[in-house]
Nanobody, 122 residues
Framework: QVQLTESGGGLVQAGESLRLSCAAT????????LGWFRQAPGKDREFVAA???????YYGDSVKDRFTISRVNLKNTLYLQMNTLKPEDTAVYYC????????????????WGQGTQVTVSS
């Protein structure tokens, strides 16, 4: 079992950067694929990025070339570096863990954090 806790959200201006962290408990962290999703008010949960246990990465089209996902297994921590933020990036960001293969689908993930708010002003 894995418990996940996000941190690092906040209020920034357009063009600025933020780094989100996701701290995990559990001895099997390294064996999970990990993902970041976001949800804006009134919208569905959206895939942002994922990283496999091997370190392969995948990104949503709207964040590709701006966001970078990474993990440090020795620290049981997942990161999301977000650069050149836009107002449309405003959402609650969630980290999640899975052993499934459909990494872009939120339904594949078994474990979720509580979320952290990111607000980007124009």
């Amino acid at each position: 079992q894995v418990q996940l806790t996000e941190s690092g959200g906040g209020l920034v201006q357009a063009g600025e950067s933020l780094r989100l962290s996701c701290a995990a408990t559990g001895r099997t962290f390294a064996s999970y694929h990990l993902g970041w999703f976001r949800q804006a008010p009134g919208k569905d949960r959206e895939f942002v990025a994922a990283i496999t246990w091997r370190g392969n990465t995948y990104y949503g089209d709207s964040v590709k070339d701006r966001f970078t996902i990474s993990r440090v297994n020795l620290k049981n921590t997942l990161y999301l570096q977000m650069n050149t933020l836009k107002p449309e990036d405003t959402a609650v960001y969630y980290c999640a863990a899975t052993r499934g293969e459909q990494l872009r689908s939120p339904g594949q993930y078994n474990y979720w954090g509580q979320g952290t708010q990111v607000t980007v002003s124009s």
